[in-house]
């Protein structure tokens, strides 16, 4: 696609639900990466793909997160049981292969707001 | 361990120069990047320094010095559409995710 598309752009959910955010890299990009950004705040990283490398999941908060990647397309981030605190932005950016090549900025999507109530 | 640390909020004049900051401590280093966050809308991309020196690219400037874990962005002839969220990012050498700071929130005046 002509960019990074995520969504819901918009999720309000009760806490103790469940929510599944989506990403839709670009086309040929290897790299993806989940970040979470709470108002007025910097980005987190959450978790990392690269091609068919293990993630990275060093970033994620607790055992309710999760993500997964289907080949070098489509990456879903499951969030279990959902509490106040993970209310935030969680934004998906990719990249072109990082370990090949050196210049690869990130693209990000635009995210999607999550609020838990 | 990986830090990054930039200035929480500066204030220009329409018209000025701005230096926005950035130190980094990393375990490796393969890359900065900086990037710009208006208010509600996602980050995109500004500039990137691999090699010590200053990388130029229109208003925005930005310089790395590797042996001092320093950067800086420079924006000269500001604008009022440059208040925004300015975003110092390193990459990992060994694993190649991007590490960004918490950002720093320019406001420019008129």
């Known amino acids: 696609g002509a960019g990074v598309s995520q969504s819901p752009s918009n999720k309000v959910t009760e806490k103790g639900k469940d929510v599944e955010l989506r990403c839709d890299p670009i086309?040929?990009?290897?790299?993806l990466y989940w970040y979470r950004q709470r108002l007025g705040q910097g980005l987190e990283f959450l978790i990392y793909?690269?091609?068919?490398?293990?993630?990275?999941k060093s970033g994620l908060p607790s055992d309710r997160f999760s993500a997964e990647r289907t080949g070098e397309s489509v990456s879903t981030l499951t969030i279990q049981r959902t509490q106040q605190e993970d209310s935030a932005v969680y934004l998906c950016?990719?990249?072109?292969?990082?370990?090949?090549?050196?210049?690869?900025?990130?693209?990000f999507g635009q995210g999607t707001r999550l609020t838990v109530v | 361990g990986q830090n990054i640390d930039q200035p929480t909020e500066m204030t220009a004049t329409e018209g000025a120069i701005v230096q926005i900051n950035c130190t980094y401590q990393?375990?490796?280093?393969?890359?900065l990047f900086w990037y710009q966050q208006h208010a509600g809308e996602a980050p995109t991309f500004l500039s990137y320094?691999?090699?010590?020196g200053l990388e130029e690219k229109g208003r925005f400037s930005s310089f790395l010095s590797r042996s001092k874990g320093y950067s800086y962005l420079l924006l000269k002839e500001l604008q009022m559409k440059d208040s925004a969220s300015y975003l110092c990012?390193?990459?990992?050498?060994?694993?190649?995710?991007?590490?960004f700071g918490t950002g720093t929130r320019l406001k420019v005046l008129a």
């Open positions: 950016a990719s990249s072109r292969s990082s370990v090949r090549l050196v210049n690869t900025e990130a693209f």
């Open positions: 990012a390193v990459r990992d050498e060994g694993t190649y995710k991007y590490i």
């Open positions: 793909f690269q091609g068919n490398s293990a993630p990275d």
């Open positions: 990393t375990s490796g280093f393969n890359g």
């Open positions: 320094n691999v090699l010590d």
């Open positions: 086309s040929g990009h290897t790299a």
